[in-house]
Each structure stands twice: as C-alpha cells, then as structure tokens.
C-alpha cells in the first residue's frame, strides 16, 4: 500500500479526554491533513461515541457529515506515556491515534492496529518510546502475513524446511489451531506454502484456507529474530500432530473394522418399512426410536451501527463470553473423558482468536456497519470459502466455523443462553433428524435420552462423526433432504418425519422409517445379539497373548495421560509400556515444577491399579523442541543434544523429574527408563544421579531400563544389559539411525522401514545381548503395533510389546493364532533377505496360513 502520513508528538500530559482529542487534531490541522473546522468534529464524534478501544488505545475520528473537511489521509498519534482518563470509568488512554479519511488507505493501518492491540508488551513499548519512526513503522509496516484478501500476496522467507502433510484428514481445525497457537509464540513472521497459496502460520483461518489434503508438500519460513526457532518449533509439532492424527485414524479404522466385523451379523437382513433412506454409516450400531426433527434456530441480524466504540465493545464482549463457553465445554468434556469433543472445542477456540477473522470485522465496523452484521457477513465468506475447498473432508469442516460463528452471533444479539437447536420435549428414545449435528448441539445431547441421529449433510470424518462416536452413538450422514421437513432443505421437502418410529443402522447407513411390525421385532432380536457379541469380543480382548504352544507375551498400550489408561486397558492392553513425559513439557509454556509433575505420575500409577508402568524420561531434542527450554539451535538436532544427552547437561530438569518419580513410585508399581542412550558411560552417570536422589528422599529402588534407540545401543547391548534392568526398543528412532534416514524427508521418509533386515538384526543383537544378563526386552515403536512386526518381534525374543490401544486386541489375537515355533522360523527366514519388500512377502504366506 501506498505510505499513510504518520504525525508523532511524544510525551504529552494532556489534562482530560477533550485536551487529548484536540491536540492530537491540531497534529493534523498543522500538517495540512484536515481543515481547522474538524478538529471540532472529533470532539463531537468522541462526545457522541467513545472511541476508547481497549489496552490503552483510543482512536478519535470525526463525524460522517464533515469528512469534506478532511484534505487528505493522514494520522496524528499522541502518546500519554502517564494515561488520561478517556471516559467516566477508569480506562486511560496512552496512545490517541486520530484519522483523517479522505478515502480507504487508512483501512490497512486499522487493520494494523487490531492486531498491535492484541500485543500488550508491544502496546507498553510504543506508549513510553522515546523513538517516534518506532510508532510509525508499526503503524504503517505492510499488513501483517495472512490478513483477509492478501493471502495472494505472501512470499517464502528465504529461511525455510519442506515436509510432507501426513495428516490422514488433512490439515483441519484442530491441528490448524495448535499450528496457529505454535506459531503465535514467536516474535518472527512465520508462512506456509502449500501449491501456490501462502498462508500466514498465526492465522488457522488462513491456514484453512490452503486447502491442504493428505500428502501435500508444504514449504514453512520464517523472518525475524527467532526464525530458526520458529521452523523448528512448528515442524516438531506438526510431525507430532501428524502421529496422533494417524493414530487417531487408526484407532477409527479399527472401530470402523469392529463396526463391519459385528454389522457382519446383520447378514442381509432388509427390514420392511415404509420407506428406507440411505446414507454413509459414521458410527456403528443399531437402534429402534423416535424421530425427532432438530434444527438451528434462524437468526435475524440488522444492520445497525452505534459508533465504533461500542460495536468494538460489543464484539469484544462476545468473543470474550463465547471463549469462556467453549473453555468450559472443552472442560467438562474432559472430565466426562470425551477427548475428542474436547479437541473440537479447543479448536473452536483457536478460531475465535483468529487475526485475520477479527481484522475483517474491525474493517467493516470502522466503515460504520454494526459489529452483529460485520461478524456474520465476516464469517458467511470464510464458510462460503471452506465449503467450496475440492477436498470434500477439509470442506466438511466449514461446519466448525459456522458453529462457532454462530455462538459468537447469539451473544452479539443478546441470545447468549440459546443453545442454538430448538429442544422441545423430546421422547427418551429419540433419533435425531438434522441438517447437520453441530458441536454446540451435540455437547447438549443427553446420551440417555438420545439413540442415535440421521443427517442431511456431513461425512464420516467431518465432526459430526466424531461427536457421534464419542458419544457411542450410532449415526448415518450424508442422507440428503428426505430426512428434512418441508421447506427446510430449499425445495418441496417431505413431510414431517417427526414422532414415527424408524430403525437406525449405523453399521450399514440406513434409516428405516415407519418399520413394520415384524421388523420391530426382528431388529430387537438383532440389537440383543449384537449385544452378546459385543461383550464376546470384549472378553477375548482380555486373554493374554498366548500361542498356540504356551508362550506368553506380554502386550501393553503407549499411554501419556491418566484419564487414556482406562481405555487402554479396556482394549486388552495388561499395563503401560511407555509415558512419554515430554507431552508435560510440550503441552504447556513453562517447565513443569516437581509437584506438578508428581501428580501427573502419581495420577497414571493410581489409574492402573497395580498395573506395571514403564515412565520414560524428558525426551527432547531432534524432532521435539519446547521454546521456554532455552535449547540452542543446533545444526543437526538429531545428532545433537537430545534425551539423555540434555539430562545429563540439565540438573535443573532431570533432578525435579526424577524426584517426582521416586515420590509417585511410593503409591504403585514403576519403572525408569532413560531415552538415546549410545554409551555405558551415560548409563553408570544416569544411575550414579539416581541413587543420590533416592537416598535423599529415603525412596526405594525402582527398576531401571534404557530405551535401545541407536545401533551403539545395540551393538553394545551384552555390556549395557550388565548395569539396568531391561531393554525397550524403539523401532522409530532405531529404523532412523540405522538407515540414515531423517523420518521426516519429504523424498526419503519412505525409506524409514522397520521392516528393513538390517534393523531386525539389531533387535536380534539386543535380544541376544540382554539374555547374558537374563534381562526383559520390550519394544515401544510402531513396528510393535503392525501385526507383521509384532510377529517377527515376538520370533526374535521380545518379551513385551507396546502400541496403541487401537492395535492391542487385534495384536493379541494374531498372536494366540500361532505357535512360538512359527513365529521363530519367520524371524529366521526375514535376517536372511535383503528388503524390506522381501520381509514383507514372508508375512504374506504366513498371512495365507492362517495370521
């Protein structure tokens, strides 16, 4: 944009708010920006509207009427450093930012100042700065990167790292909000280049906007002080984000294998009804009830405009209100252990604290539109722009934004309490029939009320799905307007469905409206049996891995918080193989103190009631880096100063941890293990660390174990064996460091195969290694939860195995169909080939056999 003329005046003491607007209007008189007349119109324009726009910032303008008084654009900033009062309340104004508008240039600056304002330590710095060019280059620096309408014009830095989205969904809300909150920590600009499109990192508006699909090769940059840091920091994240992401696919694939497995007993069963509406099957089961029509309630918005002030105080009212309404949700999800609602709502958080989204809104109440119908024309485009994305699971998630557009609405209407859905009083079996199943609906969706929900729109990967799974209800979406009454879906519609009773099979998609008689009883019949095969297969997750000829494995889940461990062990998982503690430093901007992490680990302990646990120690470095660490940059992180490395060189980290563990071990079985070890000499230093904390806190000894993650680890393995008390491999970094493949290569990730022969021989070496000692041996990397690699494992000689919730019953099942003689001889066969590939054909005949 064309350079605004910026007028300064530093360290004033005006007496009131008028002596304030005044000399900043004389500001502009004196540089030629207005005629004399009008410093009298921002006087009147502030008698009319306080133009006090919160963290000290005030920006007078003059009435609509006048603006032929103003010869040419320009600002006047007057700098308070000791406040004046601006109003009858409290709030002081430090910075008086008065505009002359011949046309719209000063919009840019507006948009500028919404998001200076937002930054408290810069708002302090520009209010007692001795340097006027500091306040004119923030007012007029170029729009901050991804502002509304400017995506187009963003470029690379030349400081950058490509990767490759392994997101099984694509980059949706949830991710684009931890992406946009990483982000946001760092002072530097950071981007994201996905095809042609460049997205501002700090915006999950913009960075929906990519349009970013499974695969996508993305470029991320960064300028400024702390760039480095900033690619860093926001690649670690999004390859963690991308692990839990394909987990949470593969724990959704099985429910949808379980699902198909039980639905399997409805044959081909097609109950007689009046009429049969077909959909995608989004969560399984099978249920008779009611139907209930249930819809958003429509929201009338006027245009009307008070002044600036106060639409801007009514919008930040809103916002302000809405984000404690999702807080909330998010919370009480958590407790009632609904962890993906909770996501949900934290996502919609990070939405409503979009810099772009807000700009667009302060754009349009600054040009005199009442903030209710700025946000809602603010928030049309971006749906309108979502939906319209090719890939059909992103442009699913423009629900989202209408959803948390809407609660935002409601409170700018003075509606703050509706809930959003008409709820009349609905049956105790009632079938939902909807539009769709917005978040903020379903978080008012008694479960014991509720058997299930058919909609118009949606997929199953959009959240409706996920809701509905959460809530372990069965759901079809995707059904068209035959489940909408007349009207509602823009077209003649069908008559009301309300009050019929119908059959919902999520296990196949179909609705069953009006079933017969007979049809009613035959799928009572189906729901008790299904029933019984439910519980069937639950108790068969409880057997252990035995095989077929009396060797036991034990099989263990991969959990870090306290409220997953009920889940694990209601999949068949027998303890906890692996507590990544790294997620307490992750999840959080300071370094979790010695209680607080004694009540994390106490709180795991007491959750598997005797249960064995194997906590790992900090493990930080390489692909994982937390920014209040202070860690130096390093230039190949991965070779560098990571987990056991950076505990060895940090007292002040591991000493508090491993207090808190000899404290939380006084309540429950637990076990130590150190991550990256790569020389005997860490290991007598580690434990020499660990016997003086212990003596201090007069502690008992806990079982001591190192993960084997580097081939020295496992070439070593006989001399290690000799000063711990077991092994856990970790297949990931071992598959990485034996292959010489960074993971996250957007060309050579496909490299990293644990399957490869040369990594299963360094298993077979650290099995053999630890046997001189009689030590156990785990493995905690993915290659435990692949049922071929689960195989090949067990027929190497491991004794544990550590996935996944989602993989642990079917794990368990493989390896009871087999004999130990079996799996030994497949190990065999796979050290004598030369590929991965080659491996893998083993697995196949042994498939064809029966696995």
């Given at each position: 944009?064309?350079?605004?003329?910026?007028?300064?005046r530093?360290g004033?003491?005006p007496?009131?708010?008028?002596?304030?607007?005044r000399?900043?209007?004389?500001?502009l008189?004196?540089a030629?920006?207005?005629?004399?007349?009008y410093?009298?119109?921002?006087?009147?324009?502030?008698n009319?509207?306080?133009?006090?726009?919160?963290?000290?910032?005030?920006?007078?303008h003059?009435m609509?009427e006048?603006?032929?008084?103003?010869?040419?654009t320009?600002?006047?900033?007057l700098?308070v450093?000791a406040g004046?009062?601006?109003?009858d309340d409290?709030?002081q104004?430090?910075?008086?930012v008065?505009?002359?508008?011949a046309?719209?240039e000063?919009l840019?600056v507006?948009?500028r100042?919404?998001?200076v304002m937002?930054d408290?330590?810069?708002?302090q710095?520009?209010?007692t700065?001795t340097?006027?060019?500091e306040i004119?280059?923030?007012?007029?620096?170029?729009?901050p990167a991804?502002a509304?309408g400017d995506?187009?014009?963003?470029?690379d830095f030349p400081?950058g790292r490509?990767l490759?989205l392994?997101?099984?969904?694509?980059l949706?809300?949830?991710?684009a909000?931890?992406?946009?909150r990483?982000?946001g920590?760092?002072q530097?600009?950071v981007?994201?280049?996905c095809?042609?499109?460049?997205a501002?990192?700090?915006?999950?508006?913009?960075?929906l906007?990519?349009?970013?699909?499974?695969?996508?090769?993305?470029?991320?940059s960064?300028?400024?002080?702390?760039a480095?840091?900033?690619v860093a920091?926001?690649?670690?994240?999004?390859?963690?984000?991308?692990?839990e992401?394909s987990?949470?696919a593969?724990?959704?694939?099985a429910?949808q294998?379980q699902?198909?497995?039980?639905?399997?007993?409805?044959g081909d069963?097609?109950?007689?009804?009046r009429?049969t509406?077909?959909?995608?099957?989004?969560s399984?089961?099978?249920?008779?009830?009611?139907l209930?029509?249930?819809?958003?309630?429509?929201?009338e918005v006027e245009?009307?405009?008070?002044?600036v002030?106060a639409?801007?105080a009514?919008?930040?009212?809103?916002?302000?209100?809405?984000?404690a309404?999702?807080?909330q949700?998010a919370?009480?999800a958590?407790?009632g252990?609904?962890?993906?609602?909770?996501?949900?709502?934290?996502?919609h958080q990070?939405?409503?604290?979009?810099a772009?989204?807000?700009?667009?809104?302060?754009r349009s109440?600054?040009?005199?539109h009442?903030?209710?119908?700025?946000w809602?024309q603010a928030?049309?485009?971006?749906?309108?722009?979502q939906?319209?994305?090719?890939?059909?699971?992103?442009?699913?998630?423009?629900?989202?934004?209408q959803?948390v557009?809407e609660?935002?609405?409601r409170?700018l209407?003075?509606r703050?309490?509706?809930?959003?859905?008409?709820q009349p009083a609905?049956?105790?079996d009632?079938?939902?029939?909807?539009?769709?199943?917005?978040?903020?609906?379903?978080?008012?969706i008694?479960?014991?009320?509720?058997?299930?929900?058919?909609?118009?729109?949606?997929g199953?990967?959009?959240?409706?799905a996920?809701l509905?799974?959460?809530?372990?209800?069965?759901?079809?979406?995707?059904?068209g307007?035959?489940v909408l009454?007349?009207g509602?879906s823009?077209?003649a519609?069908?008559?009301?469905l309300?009050g019929t009773?119908?059959?919902?099979?999520?296990?196949?998609?179909r609705?069953?409206?009006?079933?017969?008689?007979?049809a009613l009883?035959e799928a009572r019949a189906h729901?008790?049996?299904?029933?019984?095969?439910q519980?069937?297969e639950?108790?068969s997750?409880?057997q252990?891995?035995?095989?077929?000829?009396?060797?036991?494995?034990?099989i263990?889940?991969?959990?870090n918080?306290?409220?997953?461990?009920?889940r694990?062990?209601?999949?068949?998982?027998?303890?906890?193989?692996?507590?990544?503690?790294?997620?307490?430093?992750?999840e959080?901007?300071?370094?979790?103190?010695?209680e607080?992490q004694?009540?994390s680990?106490?709180?795991m302990v007491?959750?598997?009631?005797?249960?064995?646990l194997?906590?790992?120690?900090l493990d930080?470095?390489g692909?994982?880096?937390?920014?209040h660490l202070?860690l130096p940059?390093?230039?190949?992180?991965?070779?560098?100063?990571?987990?056991?490395r950076l505990?060895l060189?940090?007292d002040d980290l591991?000493?508090?941890?491993l207090?808190a563990?000899?404290?939380?071990?006084r309540?429950?079985?637990?076990?130590?293990?150190?991550?990256?070890i790569?020389?005997?000499e860490?290991?007598?230093t580690?434990?020499a660390?660990m016997?003086?904390?212990?003596?201090e806190?007069n502690a008992?000894a806990?079982?001591v174990?190192?993960?084997?993650?580097?081939p020295?680890a496992?070439?070593?393995a006989?001399?290690?064996?000799?000063?711990?008390?077991f092994?856990?491999?970790?297949?990931n970094d071992l598959?990485q460091?034996t292959?010489?493949v960074d993971?996250q290569?957007?060309?050579?990730?496909?490299?990293?195969?644990s399957?490869?022969?040369?990594?299963?021989?360094l298993v077979?070496?650290?099995?053999?290694?630890?046997?001189?000692?009689?030590r156990?041996?785990?493995?905690?990397?993915?290659?435990a939860?692949?049922?071929?690699g689960?195989a090949?494992?067990?027929?190497l000689?491991?004794?544990e195995?550590?996935?996944?919730?989602?993989?642990?019953g079917?794990?368990?099942?493989?390896?009871?169909?087999?004999?130990?003689?079996?799996?030994q001889?497949?190990?065999?066969?796979?050290?004598?080939?030369?590929t991965?590939d080659?491996?893998?054909?083993?697995?196949?005949a042994?498939?064809s056999?029966?696995?």
């Amino acid at each position: 944009m064309s350079t605004i003329p910026v007028e300064v005046r530093l360290g004033a003491a005006p007496h009131n708010r008028e002596d304030a607007v005044r000399a900043a209007g004389a500001l502009l008189a004196q540089a030629g920006h207005i005629h004399p007349a009008y410093v009298d119109s921002l006087w009147q324009r502030e008698n009319a509207a306080n133009t006090f726009l919160g963290e000290g910032l005030a920006i007078p303008h003059g009435m609509v009427e006048d603006k032929h008084l103003v010869l040419r654009t320009g600002l006047a900033v007057l700098q308070v450093p000791a406040g004046v009062r601006w109003g009858d309340d409290a709030k002081q104004a430090r910075l008086v930012v008065a505009i002359a508008a011949a046309s719209d240039e000063h919009l840019q600056v507006l948009r500028r100042l919404t998001r200076v304002m937002r930054d408290s330590a810069l708002m302090q710095r520009l209010a007692t700065t001795t340097d006027a060019q500091e306040i004119v280059r923030t007012l007029v620096a170029d729009t901050p990167a991804g502002a509304a309408g400017d995506a187009a014009a963003l470029e690379d830095f030349p400081l950058g790292r490509e990767l490759s989205l392994n997101y099984p969904s694509g980059l949706h809300a949830r991710p684009a909000g931890e992406w946009a909150r990483v982000a946001g920590r760092f002072q530097a600009r950071v981007h994201v280049r996905c095809g042609d499109t460049v997205a501002d990192a700090k915006s999950v508006a913009a960075l929906l906007s990519l349009g970013a699909g499974r695969g996508a090769q993305l470029r991320l940059s960064a300028q400024g002080a702390d760039a480095a840091a900033a690619v860093a920091t926001l690649s670690a994240t999004i390859a963690r984000l991308g692990d839990e992401e394909s987990r949470q696919a593969e724990l959704s694939a099985a429910r949808q294998a379980q699902a198909q497995g039980l639905g399997r007993a409805l044959g081909d069963w097609q109950p007689a009804a009046r009429r049969t509406v077909t959909g995608i099957a989004a969560s399984p089961g099978l249920v008779v009830g009611t139907l209930v029509h249930v819809g958003d309630t429509a929201l009338e918005v006027e245009d009307r405009f008070a002044s600036v002030a106060a639409e801007a105080a009514a919008l930040d009212h809103a916002l302000t209100t809405a984000l404690a309404q999702l807080q909330q949700l998010a919370a009480e999800a958590r407790t009632g252990g609904r962890q993906e609602q909770a996501a949900i709502f934290t996502a919609h958080q990070g939405l409503l604290q979009d810099a772009d989204l807000l700009q667009a809104v302060s754009r349009s109440v600054v040009q005199q539109h009442g903030a209710a119908w700025a946000w809602r024309q603010a928030m049309a485009e971006r749906v309108s722009a979502q939906r319209a994305l090719a890939d059909a699971t992103l442009a699913a998630r423009a629900a989202d934004l209408q959803d948390v557009g809407e609660r935002v609405l409601r409170h700018l209407l003075g509606r703050g309490q509706d809930t959003g859905s008409s709820q009349p009083a609905w049956p105790e079996d009632a079938i939902l029939l909807a539009d769709d199943i917005s978040p903020s609906m379903a978080a008012q969706i008694d479960p014991a009320r509720v058997r299930g929900f058919c909609t118009a729109r949606g997929g199953p990967t959009a959240h409706t799905a996920i809701l509905a799974r959460a809530l372990g209800l069965p759901a079809v979406v995707a059904a068209g307007p035959a489940v909408l009454p007349a009207g509602a879906s823009g077209d003649a519609g069908t008559p009301s469905l309300a009050g019929t009773v119908a059959i919902l099979d999520g296990y196949r998609g179909r609705l069953y409206v009006a079933p017969s008689e007979i049809a009613l009883v035959e799928a009572r019949a189906h729901i008790a049996r299904l029933a019984q095969l439910q519980e069937e297969e639950s108790r068969s997750r409880q057997q252990p891995a035995t095989t077929t000829d009396g060797h036991t494995v034990e099989i263990a889940a991969n959990v870090n918080r306290a409220d997953q461990v009920a889940r694990a062990l209601e999949a068949g998982a027998e303890g906890v193989g692996l507590m990544r503690t790294e997620f307490l430093f992750l999840e959080r901007n300071t370094v979790p103190d010695e209680e607080d992490q004694y009540q994390s680990y106490r709180a795991m302990v007491e959750a598997l009631h005797g249960l064995p646990l194997v906590v790992r120690t900090l493990d930080i470095g390489g692909d994982k880096k937390v920014p209040h660490l202070d860690l130096p940059v390093e230039e190949n992180p991965f070779l560098g100063v990571r987990g056991a490395r950076l505990a060895l060189r940090r007292d002040d980290l591991l000493v508090p941890q491993l207090r808190a563990l000899y404290r939380a071990a006084r309540h429950g079985p637990l076990q130590v293990m150190f991550p990256m070890i790569s020389t005997v000499e860490e290991v007598r230093t580690l434990r020499a660390r660990m016997e003086a904390v212990r003596a201090e806190l007069n502690a008992p000894a806990v079982p001591v174990g190192i993960m084997i993650e580097v081939p020295s680890a496992a070439l070593l393995a006989d001399r290690l064996a000799a000063h711990v008390d077991f092994f856990s491999i970790g297949t990931n970094d071992l598959t990485q460091y034996t292959l010489a493949v960074d993971r996250q290569h957007p060309e050579l990730a496909g490299m990293a195969d644990s399957l490869h022969p040369a990594v299963l021989r360094l298993v077979e070496r650290t099995v053999a290694g630890a046997r001189r000692h009689g030590r156990w041996v785990g493995v905690c990397g993915g290659l435990a939860g692949e049922p071929l690699g689960a195989a090949l494992l067990v027929g190497l000689g491991v004794d544990e195995l550590s996935m996944s919730s989602s993989d642990v019953g079917t794990v368990k099942a493989l390896l009871r169909r087999h004999s130990l003689a079996e799996l030994q001889d497949l190990a065999r066969r796979a050290l004598d080939v030369d590929t991965a590939d080659e491996v893998r054909a083993l697995g196949a005949a042994l498939r064809s056999a029966g696995a």
